[in-house]
């Protein structure tokens, strides 16, 4: 099982894979975390643990824990199995959609910044309404709904017209599934998870956002890609380095030799760059074969 998990973790284009891998695995381990130190009469401890990922409503306890801007949205509540149930579920059909037409860089970076706008919103709300004052929640917030909604939004304002089919409905335009989870977190927000409810609508806005600046030639979630690219090169196995020594070529063996031409391989270029921006089936028959003739060079 580990094996497969590591398998479906690096395959390439698979950030929404990912990134279920990851809140699964939070979610489990924070699990093991609970059952043990409850049982064993530290339940305190483990709130104490808890709290270090939950982000705090009031400003004060926030700039003292300015992580939980990101960790917050990796965590789920586990009291039940349905909030994770049916965020992965989300993340899973709506994210597969996106990966496939705009790429996992993408991905990841309307996912993380889905989760600070649905942070922003809350904080705010929480310290700026009364309303929403009086109501301050003594555990935070937990959920990876913002950046959930984020990503929904995002490929609903691209594809507004993709159609999913849903069980006993047929099939359904994605922009009205979207729209129905939209006014669900609208009426809530004023109901027994009012943050969160918040927090959905932050991130929904900053989908629609991302999504409309992308089409105008403006990736908003570039400075996220560059940050994780720095992150792994940190951890990236570095080639040992190999001195060779080659003859010098004659001018027949050169004329003889196969040629990868330059053309060709800008072609290439272009094909890999539009694989990492909108997925491999965005690509036609013709650049695919091109693509699979040069891997065999």
Same mark, same amino acid.
């Given at each position: 099982?580990?094996?497969?998990?590591?398998?479906?973790?690096?395959?390439?284009?698979?950030?929404?894979?990912?990134? +279920? +891998?990851?809140?699964?695995?939070?979610?489990?381990?924070?699990?093991?975390?609970?059952?043990?130190?409850?049982?064993?009469?530290?339940?305190?401890?483990?709130?104490?643990?808890?709290?270090?990922?939950?982000?705090?409503?009031?400003?004060?306890?926030?700039?003292?824990?300015?992580?939980?801007?990101?960790?917050?949205?990796?965590?789920?509540?586990?009291?039940?199995?349905?909030?994770?149930?049916?965020?992965?579920?989300?993340?899973?059909?709506?994210?597969?959609?996106?990966?496939?037409?705009?790429?996992?860089?993408?991905?990841?970076?309307?996912?993380?910044?889905?989760?600070?706008?649905?942070?922003?919103?809350?904080?705010?709300?929480?310290?700026?309404?009364?309303?929403?004052?009086?109501?301050?929640?003594?555990?935070?917030?937990?959920?990876?709904?913002?950046?959930?909604?984020?990503?929904?939004?995002? +490929?609903?304002?691209?594809?507004?017209?993709?159609?999913?089919?849903?069980?006993?409905?047929?099939?359904?335009?994605?922009?009205?599934?979207?729209?129905?989870?939209?006014?669900?977190?609208?009426?809530?927000?004023?109901?027994?998870?009012?943050?969160?409810?918040?927090?959905?609508?932050?991130?929904?806005?900053?989908?629609?956002? @991302?999504?409309?600046?992308?089409?105008?030639?403006?990736?908003?979630?570039?400075?996220?890609?560059?940050?994780?690219?720095?992150?792994?090169?940190?951890?990236?196995?570095?080639?040992?380095?190999?001195?060779? @020594?080659?003859?010098?070529?004659?001018?027949?063996?050169?004329?003889?030799?196969?040629?990868?031409?330059?053309?060709?391989?800008?072609?290439?270029?272009?094909?890999?760059?539009?694989?990492?921006?909108?997925?491999?089936?965005?690509?036609?028959?013709?650049?695919?074969?091109?693509?699979?003739?040069?891997?065999?060079?």
């Amino acid at each position: 099982m580990l094996n497969e998990f590591k398998d479906s973790f690096r395959k390439p284009n698979n950030a929404h894979v990912q990134l +279920i +891998i990851i809140n699964v695995v939070v979610f489990l381990v924070l699990g093991v975390l609970f059952v043990v130190l409850t049982a064993s009469q530290n339940g305190e401890l483990f709130r104490a643990i808890h709290n270090q990922f939950s982000i705090p409503a009031p400003f004060l306890e926030f700039a003292r824990k300015p992580w939980t801007m990101i960790t917050y949205a990796f965590v789920h509540d586990l009291s039940g199995i349905f909030h994770i149930l049916f965020n992965m579920l989300a993340l899973y059909w709506f994210g597969k959609l996106f990966v496939e037409y705009l790429g996992s860089d993408k991905l990841v970076a309307v996912y993380v910044l889905g989760a600070l706008a649905g942070a922003l919103f809350y904080l705010l709300v929480y310290n700026f309404i009364p309303f929403y004052k009086a109501m301050t929640p003594a555990d935070g917030m937990v959920g990876a709904s913002a950046a959930i909604y984020a990503v929904m939004v995002a +490929i609903a304002t691209l594809l507004p017209d993709y159609t999913f089919f849903l069980l006993f409905f047929g099939p359904v335009r994605i922009k009205y599934i979207v729209l129905v989870y939209i006014v669900i977190s609208f009426l809530g927000s004023v109901g027994s998870n009012a943050g969160g409810n918040v927090a959905h609508l932050g991130g929904a806005l900053m989908g629609f956002i @991302y999504t409309k600046q992308l089409q105008a030639g403006i990736n908003w979630g570039s400075w996220i890609t560059s940050v994780l690219d720095a992150v792994k090169s940190l951890f990236a196995s570095k080639p040992k380095v190999k001195v060779t @020594y080659r003859k010098e070529e004659t001018r027949q063996q050169k004329k003889d030799a196969p040629k990868f031409t330059r053309a060709t391989q800008d072609e290439i270029d272009v094909i890999l760059d539009k694989i990492s921006e909108r997925g491999y089936e965005s690509l036609s028959k013709e650049e695919k074969e091109k693509l699979f003739n040069a891997s065999k060079k």
